[in-house]
């Protein structure tokens, strides 16, 4: 983790002020590192919008109104809160850290029905019955040769897998792709994102990430990251 003294000695230029949206997709805005350093409260607005996308952004004219967006209440703006207790290098992109944000109204009301806090209500309802809440992340995914930009113009059909055979935990037949995979160990861990292990998967062209456990909210930040 980053305090603002290391966001200004370490050289950043960025800071990536986020939230997850119901599909786990982080929205927000790149601010200054030099303005967020001067101005950590400040909330940047946002447009309902970012609660309302479905995975396509197509679905605002859907027939059954959104309650709390669309142009009944007017399009309003919510607004980031950054969460300071979050903020760490962000993985991939030198000079960028990344604060994570709970979501809350024009007149600084917390939302209640935004991922963060509806994990933070579960879990303060598991400590009041006497538990607290440890999880674990496995982020599965595939690689293909192609780049997303082809991949897309392809339509993602008859893409080349990473992997030709079966390779399910097999630690043979990998070298071509493990420097993508050590950036990935390498990077999410100088991010604050330890890394239990990494393995080929079933599939052709399937890897796995394992993250360590930890409290379930700093879980879900890291994964969302």
């Avoid at 200004?8 to 790149?30: E, I, S």
């Avoid at 101005?39 to 109104?65: G, M, R, W």
């Avoid at 959104?66 to 399009?75: C, K, Q």
């Avoid at 992997?163 to 990935?184: C, K, N, W």
Wanted: glycine fraction near 8%; charge should be negative.
């Amino acid at each position: 983790m980053l305090s603002l003294k290391q966001l200004t000695d370490g050289g950043f230029d960025t800071v990536l002020v986020g939230a997850p949206d119901f599909h786990g997709r982080l929205f927000g805005k790149r601010i200054p590192a030099e303005r967020f350093v001067r101005l950590p409260d400040e909330e940047p607005n946002i447009c309902t919008v970012a609660h309302a996308y479905d995975v396509t952004e197509t679905n605002l004219e859907a027939p059954k109104p959104i309650p709390f967006a669309g142009l009944h209440p007017g399009w309003h703006d919510v607004r980031p809160r950054p969460d300071l207790t979050t903020l760490r290098p962000y993985p991939a992109l030198d000079g960028t850290a990344a604060c994570l944000a709970d979501i809350v109204d024009e007149h600084g009301t917390a939302l209640d029905f935004v991922p963060r806090a509806l994990l933070r209500a579960q879990t303060e309802r598991a400590r009041e019955a006497g538990y607290e809440v440890l999880l674990g992340s496995e982020l599965e995914f595939y690689v293909f040769q192609e780049s997303l930009a082809e991949a897309r113009r392809r339509r993602f059909l008859g893409l080349e897998p990473t992997t030709l055979v079966h390779s399910d935990h097999r630690t043979y037949g990998q070298a071509s792709l493990e420097p993508f995979m050590s950036r990935i160990r390498r990077e999410m861990g100088r991010g604050g994102i330890p890394v239990a292990a990494t393995q080929a998967e079933y599939g052709l062209g399937q890897w796995e990430v394992n993250l360590d456990h930890t409290t379930a909210l700093e879980m879900c930040d890291r994964h969302v990251i």
